[in-house]
């Protein structure tokens, strides 16, 4: 069994700052590339950044210069520093492996930026 434990949302101004923590747990391998995806309310879950196993990053482009992926030294806990937050940033915040593994979703973390 699996466990995906994401937290570090919650309310914040524009153009203020999170930072968000993931820790794959359980019966899983190491995992070569992780993600991070969110889900804005009434749209389809997108994928905002990844990080290879070489710690090479990736990112789309609206958040690009804003958000920070990296890796923790843990196994398969990742973390998304996030800074100069926008509105248009709202969203269930979600890791999961990249590409996505079915079976590794969370509950996700809310994450609010509203004034």
């Known amino acids: 069994q699996v466990q995906v434990a994401e937290s570090g949302g919650g309310l914040v101004q524009p153009g203020g700052s999170l930072r968000l923590s993931c820790a794959v747990s359980?019966?899983?391998?190491?995992?070569?590339?992780m993600g991070w995806y969110r889900q804005a309310p009434g749209k389809q879950r997108e994928l905002v950044a990844w990080?290879?196993?070489?710690?090479?990053?990736y990112y789309v482009d609206s958040v690009k210069g804003r958000f920070t992926i990296s890796r923790g030294n843990a196994k398969n806990t990742v973390s998304l520093q996030m800074d100069s937050l926008k509105t248009e940033d709202t969203a269930v915040y979600y890791c999961?492996?990249?590409?996505?593994?079915?079976?590794?979703w969370g509950q996700g973390t809310q994450v609010t930026v509203s004034s």
């Open positions: 999961n492996g990249f590409p996505a593994i079915p079976s590794y």
């Open positions: 359980g019966s899983v391998l190491s995992i070569n590339n």
């Open positions: 990080i290879t196993s070489g710690e090479r990053t």
